[in-house]
């Protein structure tokens, strides 16, 4: 295990873990008030160093490549939160940490705008074939494109947008494809105000009415265990052959074989993935294929918006070991005052 610890800090100094890379700036602020053990080697742990890295702490910052669950949390007896750095947190099992009575945290709000940039980025890469033409380049064939009829890609302006998963994230989209003329369609858990709706100028459908309509469609819903593979064979085999996909939220929530297959079959025209089931591994049969985007789960990572994640993950820690309620509580049962 590759731990560094700050000798300078104090020995009464209550001692927190820091489980990948974060800005020096914000570990020295750290080091201020406790004894910081920090993977600033930023390699992924496996369950048993999580485990032990927990045991003697009081506060951790985490980010998705941990998972928090009962047997990380079997040797952690000192341990009073867990602060996530991303909104998201299905690495964390809420009940279990509930049990154990370790607070959980996130950082949302911060990062909506970047990411709804980004969700917009990868539509437009997606179904411009950015990446795809660029290799063309890389590769020395730009001769071989054809100056009219080369390798074509489908429009974004005045098309149907198809949002499944429709909080902040998710209208911030929406508010950006107004700007290019879109149809706005979206599916979500429950309907949004009719406020918000008008906000967005979207309206709601089902799910299938969202897959059969949409020339884009795009995820940005939280993983829950209930929406493992909702897109899979059946879900894409409702969509436009000329249709995109793109994935914002979560690995699993896509089949990403079924979605391989799909692909090289053209059941669809393309597919962005900025998340993937088991990453950061990715399923060979999408590396195989040139109609699909691929990015290492970066739409929130720009500087200011990882530094104010970075930020409000360790406001989060710090005011739970400072006896005050953290800004961004998931298991509120646990902070009764
Ligand atoms: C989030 O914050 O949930 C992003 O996906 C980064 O992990």
Same mark, same amino acid.
């Given at each position: 295990?590759n731990i560094?610890?700050n000798t300078?800090?104090?020995m009464?100094k209550?001692?927190?873990?820091v489980a990948r890379a974060i800005f020096?700036?914000?570990?020295?602020?750290l080091?201020e008030s406790?004894?910081?053990l920090?993977?600033?080697?930023d390699?992924i742990?496996?369950?048993?160093e999580l485990?032990?890295a927990l045991?003697g702490?009081v506060? $951790?910052?985490v %980010?998705?490549?941990e998972?928090? *669950?009962?047997? =990380?949390?079997?040797?952690a007896?000192? !341990?009073?939160?867990? @602060?996530?750095i991303?909104?998201?947190?299905?690495?964390?099992d809420?009940?279990?940490m509930?049990?154990a009575g370790?607070? $959980?945290?996130? %950082?949302?709000?911060?990062?909506? *705008?970047?990411t =709804?940039?980004?969700?917009f980025?990868? !539509?437009?890469?997606t @179904?411009?074939?950015?990446?795809?033409?660029?290799?063309?380049?890389r590769?020395?064939?730009?001769?071989?494109?054809?100056?009219?009829?080369?390798?074509?890609?489908?429009d974004?302006?005045h098309?149907?947008?198809?949002?499944?998963?429709?909080?902040?994230i998710?209208?911030?989209?929406?508010?950006?494809?107004?700007?290019?003329?879109?149809?706005v369609i979206?599916?979500?858990?429950?309907?949004?105000?009719?406020?918000?709706?008008?906000?967005c100028d979207?309206t709601?459908?089902?799910?299938?009415?969202?897959?059969r309509?949409?020339?884009?469609?795009?995820?940005?819903?939280?993983?829950t265990?209930e929406?493992?593979h909702?897109?899979g064979?059946?879900?894409i085999?409702?969509?436009?052959?000329s249709a995109?996909l793109?994935?914002?939220a979560?690995?699993?929530?896509?089949d990403?074989?079924?979605?391989?297959?799909?692909l090289?079959?053209?059941t669809?025209f393309?597919a962005?993935l900025d998340?993937?089931?088991g990453e950061p591994k990715?399923?060979?049969?999408l590396?195989?294929?040139?109609?699909?985007?691929?990015?290492?789960?970066i739409?929130?990572a720009?500087?200011k918006?990882?530094?104010?994640m970075?930020?409000?993950a360790?406001e989060n820690?710090?005011?739970a070991l400072d006896?005050k309620?953290p800004?961004?509580?998931?298991?509120?049962?646990?902070?009764?005052?």
């Open positions: 295990m560094s610890v300078q800090a104090l009464s209550p001692k927190i873990f020096p700036e914000a570990l020295a602020k080091e406790f004894e910081v920090s993977n600033q080697a390699r742990f496996t369950p048993q485990q032990k045991s702490v506060g $951790a910052l %980010t998705g490549s998972r928090i *669950d009962a047997g =990380a949390l079997s040797e007896s000192g !341990l009073k939160v867990v @602060a996530n991303s909104v998201g947190y299905n690495n964390f809420v009940p279990a509930s049990t370790v607070m $959980a945290s996130n %950082t949302p709000d911060v990062l909506t *705008d970047t =709804a940039d980004f969700g980025a990868l !539509l437009m890469a @179904a411009r074939r950015i990446t795809e033409s660029e290799h063309w380049i590769n020395g064939k730009w001769d071989q494109w054809s100056i009219v009829n080369n390798p074509l890609g489908m974004l302006h098309s149907t947008l198809g949002i499944i998963g429709m909080g902040r998710g209208q911030g989209i929406a508010k950006r494809a107004l700007g290019f003329g879109m149809k979206y599916h979500n858990r429950s309907r949004l105000s009719e406020a918000d709706e008008k906000a979207a709601y459908v089902s799910k299938e009415d969202l897959l309509n949409a020339d884009h469609v795009i995820l940005v819903l939280p993983y265990s929406n493992h909702m897109i064979a059946k879900e085999a409702l969509m436009k052959p995109t793109v994935n914002i979560r690995g699993g929530i896509v990403d074989l079924a979605l391989a297959q799909a090289k079959a053209g669809i393309a962005g998340v993937f089931e990715v399923n060979p049969e590396l195989k294929l040139s109609n699909v985007v691929l990015a290492p789960h739409a929130s720009t500087e918006t990882r530094r104010a970075v930020d409000l360790v820690l710090s005011a006896g309620r800004p961004n509580l998931i298991n509120a049962e646990l902070f009764k005052n």
